[in-house]
């Protein structure tokens, strides 16, 4: 399976200094040009810690860039006319629409316009969770790695947050 993944779950795996989930994931594992300039070059003009933490992940072939075509997509065209997308979000859902992959984003326009294309997603807790339960890290580091994303602004519902705390106790 290949995973096309968007800005939101970078940015706060990287500010809870928890990128090596990726890994845990097959490959490949992709970003477009267009997330990678918006998470990685805007990031570090600005200095973000987690900036420089992604383009490390870059350099380490853990993620892969991509240009994505937007010209040659029909789901594209759709998509940029979509008032609740940025052209970020637009590429992450092209993209993984041309590469029969999953998109991983957490905004709920970005989810919604992926439904209606047919393109799957999931969610950085997805990631999260993914990898407690394929033993690649402990349930204790799961809930502690949520913590640390929401501790640095990730925003999680409550009802869902405690829905989180429960799979991931599931797991011990």
Do not use: N
Request: hydrophobic share 45%; with cysteine.
């Amino acid at each position: 399976m290949s995973w096309v993944l968007d800005a939101t779950p970078l940015i706060y795996l990287a500010k809870a200094e928890q990128l090596d989930i990726i890994e845990t994931l097959d490959e490949p594992r992709v970003v477009p040009k267009a997330v990678h300039h918006e998470v990685v070059t805007a990031g570090v003009e600005r200095g973000y810690d987690d900036a420089r933490r992604i383009e490390r992940a870059v350099e380490a072939d853990l993620l892969d860039i991509v240009t994505v075509d937007l010209d040659e997509s029909a789901v594209a065209d759709r998509l940029q006319r979509h008032p609740g997308l940025s052209d970020a979000d637009v590429a992450v859902l092209a993209c993984a629409d041309a590469r029969d992959a999953v998109a991983v984003m957490d905004e709920s326009a970005g989810r919604s316009a992926a439904e209606v294309e047919g393109i799957e997603t999931r969610g950085t807790a997805y990631l999260v969770l993914s990898a407690v339960k394929r033993g690649a890290m402990t349930p204790e580091r799961g809930r502690e790695t949520i913590d640390a994303m929401i501790d640095a602004g990730w925003y999680v519902a409550p009802d869902l947050y405690t829905k989180l705390v429960r799979k991931l106790e599931s797991f011990e």
